[in-house]
Structure formats: structure tokens, C-alpha cells
């Protein structure tokens, strides 16, 4: 629940708006057209509802960039522990207890305007730029990028589900892309639907001037592109939400399953390689994310499973996907190996 507070010549008209955030939807906004000074009592008030309506983030004005000093240590320590100890080869423990530390400072709502979560984010796309050309010899290559985008690069293709370039409240105060060399590897880019955690038309934009394809639409037929066979499902969600399945030309079977709400929506699909999985899947919230991914993982039983859509940091604290989640339900008692990635990096799979 938020609240919408709208001050017209100190008449305060408060509305209260249920917001389908889960859904990608804009924040509600406070928006303020005039102080009245004069009436105190009710500008007063406006503050104590403003003070309470703890969703509401923005405002007409743009906030100031609240730079927490306190993290800029730790965010250089979890980077530098994150490379030293990579998905393939690095010790699991130490991975699974940067990740958690990531996972508590990312819960702080106030971290998603830190310059140092900001910079944490940059240099973690540096370093895809730094690797996306390194040519792959072998199996996938698999990035984990912002929220349920991934790049996976093959020694044919590379091709993209959901990209884009940033969380968008960042754009408030600073403009980041993506590195040009990144956006111009990618020779596909699938779009689950149009909700802006998923879709960047500018990026989309610069992806089909360089020659690349974008994949936005729910064809009957099979898609053939560049030797890769694509099926194209349609899951559960407010809008049209298409779950690919992508066959690469090594052999390898990929499911992206966008925004998709519940485990019983998705396709039954066999010898599943690698599901890219968002981690809110809450059976159309029924149940929490931990329950719909061990439903989603027991129906499908992917070799391997990675989660995505943690911490869209457009979405309200509770209605975001944490990284503990993934750790919590990885018992022992899956069908499948999970790894959980921070944005950035990258994990090689071999068969
Ligand atoms: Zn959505
Ligand atoms: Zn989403």
C-alpha cells in the first residue's frame, strides 16, 4: 500500500493507492505543487503522512545523492572478495557470505541512492567489458547483469534476455549505459515483456543500429536465428510475458522465464541445461519466492538453475527478491545445482 499526498493551495487531498509494484510500475510520486505556509497545521500533517508512507521515493524535486560513506569499504572488500573467488572456482563458503553481506546492504532502501552501490555497479560492468570479447572455446558463458538480464556467449553466438542498462532511479542523478563493446556483442536481445526492469528502448535502439535482433514478439512457429532454435511460451503476468527457450547450436537448452508468477504456468519442458529463473516467483503470491522456485526447479529439473531478478531496486523492500532466498533453497534435496551470481559476473558451463 502507498500513499499519493497532492497539496493544492494547502488542501491536502490524500489518496490512498493500492500499487502493483511486483508489476514493474512507477512508484506512486508526492508531489507537492504549493507550500502554504500560512496553514500550518495541514502542511504539518502532510509531513507526519510523508513520514509514514515509507514507499514513497520520490519527488517532484530530485533527492540529493545520499552517499554512504560506510559502505565504500565494504563494497570495494566484496568486489575484490567476488574476484578472487569466482562462480566456477571460488570457495563456496566465502561466496555464499559476500554475496549475504551484499544481500544486507542492498537491503538498506536508502543503499540504491548510494554512490558506493553505484560504483560497486560500474566497475562490475567494466569488468563484462573487459571479458566480452575474450572469445569462448567451449559450452556457455553465462552473466549475470541488472535484475533478470543475462548475456551468454557461446562459440557462436551471444545473445542477451532482458538487458538494460541500469536500475532506472539512477538516471535521476547520473546517466550510466553500458559499455559500447557489450552492447555491440550482442547479436540477439530477447524481451520478455515491456515492463522498464525489462525493457530499455534506447538500448533496444543501439542493439538494432549495430545490426543486432530484438526478439519482442510471440510467434506459433519456431524462431531460427543465426543456427540457435528458439520456442517462444507465453507465462503468467499482468502483461504478455514470454518465457524463451533457446537451443544453441552447441547443444545446449536455456529457459528464460521472464516476469512469469507461477510454477504451474510454466511450459513443461524436458533436459532443461540452464534456467534463468526469477527468484520472486511467488505463485502469484500465494506463497513466497523460496516455495515457487522449489516448485518451479522440482517441475522442471534443470541441470542447473540461476537465479534472477534479485534486488530491482525500483521495487519496495518487500516486494524485492533477496539473495538469501536462493542460498535458503538450495537443502541439498534439488534436482538441480543453483549459483547464485552477483551483478557482474560470470559462470561457465560445460557438459
Ligand atoms: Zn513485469
Ligand atoms: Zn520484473
Given at each position: 500500500m502507498q500513499l499519493t499526498i497532492i497539496i493544492f493551495n494547502g488542501t491536502a487531498l490524500i489518496a490512498i493507492i493500492e500499487h502493483g509494484l511486483r508489476n514493474g510500475n512507477k512508484p506512486n510520486t508526492v508531489l507537492i505543487?504549493?507550500?502554504?505556509?500560512?496553514?500550518r497545521f495541514i502542511w504539518l500533517f502532510a509531513l507526519v503522512l510523508i513520514g509514514i508512507a515509507s514507499h514513497c521515493t520520490t519527488t517532484t524535486c530530485p533527492e540529493p545523492i545520499v552517499t554512504l560513506e560506510v559502505y565504500e569499504d565494504q563494497m570495494v572488500q566484496i568486489r575484490q572478495t567476488l574476484l578472487d573467488h569466482p562462480?566456477?572456482?571460488?570457495d563456496l563458503l566465502i561466496r555464499e557470505q559476500t554475496i549475504m553481506s551484499l544481500d544486507d546492504i542492498l537491503s538498506v532502501e536508502s543503499s540504491r541512492d548510494s554512490a558506493n552501490v553505484f560504483e560497486f555497479y560500474a566497475a562490475m560492468m567494466q569488468k563484462v567489458s573487459n571479458e566480452i570479447d575474450v572469445e569462448v572455446h567451449d559450452g556457455l558463458r553465462i552473466w549475470m547483469m541488472y535484475n533478470h538480464g543475462f548475456i551468454i556467449k557461446t562459440p557462436q553466438n551471444t545473445f542477451a534476455f532482458d538487458l538494460i542498462d541500469a536500475y532506472n532511479g539512477w538516471q535521476r542523478y547520473r546517466s550510466y549505459e553500458l559499455p559500447e563493446n557489450v552492447v555491440n556483442a550482442v547479436d540477439v536481445l530477447f524481451i520478455s515483456h515491456q515492463h522498464l526492469d525489462h525493457w530499455d528502448e534506447t538500448l533496444i535502439q543501439k542493439i538494432r543500429a549495430h545490426g543486432g535482433m530484438v526478439i519482442e514478439s510471440t510467434p506459433d512457429e519456431p524462431l531460427y536465428i543465426n543456427g540457435m532454435k528458439v520456442d517462444v511460451h507465453l507465462g503468467l503476468h499482468n502483461i504478455e510475458n514470454r518465457i524463451f527457450e533457446v537451443t544453441t547450436t552447441n547443444g545446449f537448452k536455456i529457459l528464460h522465464t521472464g516476469d512469469?508468477?507461477?510454477?504451474?504456468?510454466?511450459?513443461?519442458?524436458?533436459?532443461?541445461?540452464?534456467l534463468l529463473l526469477?527468484?520472486?516467483?511467488?505463485e502469484s503470491g500465494s506463497t513466497y519466492g523460496t516455495y515457487g522456485m522449489r516448485n518451479c526447479i522440482n517441475k522442471l529439473k534443470p541441470t542447473l538453475m540461476i537465479p534472477g531478478h534479485i534486488h530491482e531496486l525500483f521495487h519496495v523492500l518487500e516486494n524485492r527478491a533477496k539473495y538469501k532466498w536462493s542460498f535458503y533453497i538450495n537443502?541439498?534435496?534439488?534436482p538441480s545445482a543453483v549459483q547464485v551470481m552477483a551483478w557482474g559476473e560470470c559462470y561457465d558451463v560445460v557438459k
Open positions: 505543487r504549493k507550500r502554504n505556509h500560512e496553514n562462480p566456477n572456482s571460488g512469469n508468477q507461477t510454477s504451474e504456468a510454466l511450459p513443461l519442458i524436458e533436459n532443461i541445461d540452464v526469477n527468484a520472486w516467483v511467488n537443502d541439498g534435496s534439488l
